[in-house]
């Protein structure tokens, strides 16, 4: 079966904090994702990885950055946190052609 | 024009009703076609998916995909209250890592 997990389940931060959020999978996938998920938006991409220190921007990057330094592990990572930032944040992995597995997401708040 | 359009409801059903949940898309490019399902504050996770037009069935869900109208739909047969939950349509994009382009989902209530 395969896991997705994802370091948080509810994250609380103040304005300007710099946030990690960190996704684990353990089924040797190649292909990473983070995405954002707000109503009324959909879920939305932000960065995704397809191997080792590699990395690509998504849809939406700004104010965000990644770090992927072993190929199970794909972090994201908050700059400076702004209310805007405030979401639920889900990390997905790849495997085979089509199927991407979601973690069980981040609800993290900005004050 | 959104690439994919998904009326978000909320539909709410009696229980052994047969749900009907619907999105059209735009991009031709789009091959393959998915639906996930996504409880009250967990991760989607993945129900179906299909590659060709026609139909697929799973149990008391099934598939089925035009592509000729760029219209995708799900069936949930006997539908129970555990089918409460979110339903998304997921487009896999090829040149983006295999990004998915989600509808922006439809919230389903089975009630007993």
């Known amino acids: 079966d395969v896991k997705v997990t994802q370091s948080s389940r509810y994250l609380v931060k103040r304005t300007g904090e710099k946030v990690f959020l960190e996704c684990v999978q353990d089924?040797?996938?190649?292909?990473m994702f983070w995405y954002r998920q707000d109503p009324g938006l959909g879920l939305r991409l932000i960065y995704f990885s397809y191997d080792v220190k590699m990395k690509e921007k998504g849809d939406i990057p700004e104010g965000y950055s990644v770090s992927r330094e072993k190929k199970e592990r794909f972090s994201l990572i908050l700059e400076s946190a702004s209310t805007n930032q405030t979401s639920m944040y889900l990390c997905?992995?790849?495997?085979?052609?089509?199927?991407?597995?979601f973690g069980p997401g981040t609800r993290l708040l900005v004050l | 024009q959104k690439e994919v359009e998904q009326d978000p409801g909320p539909l709410s059903v009696p229980e052994g009703a047969i749900v009907s949940l619907n999105c059209t898309y735009s991009?031709?490019?789009?091959?393959?076609f998915m639906w996930y399902r996504q409880y009250s504050r967990k991760g989607p996770e993945l129900l179906m998916y299909?590659?060709?037009?026609g139909n697929k069935e799973d149990g008391r869900f099934t598939a089925q995909v035009d592509k000729s109208s760029k219209y995708i739909s799900l069936f949930i047969r006997d539908s129970q209250p555990s089918d409460s939950a979110t339903y998304l349509c997921a487009f896999p994009i090829y040149n983006q890592g295999g990004k998915l382009i989600f509808g922006q989902g439809t919230e389903l209530s089975v009630k007993p």
């Open positions: 089924m040797d996938h190649e292909n």
């Open positions: 299909t590659y060709s037009s």
């Open positions: 997905a992995s790849r495997g085979g052609v089509t199927t991407q597995y």
């Open positions: 991009n031709s490019a789009f091959q393959y």
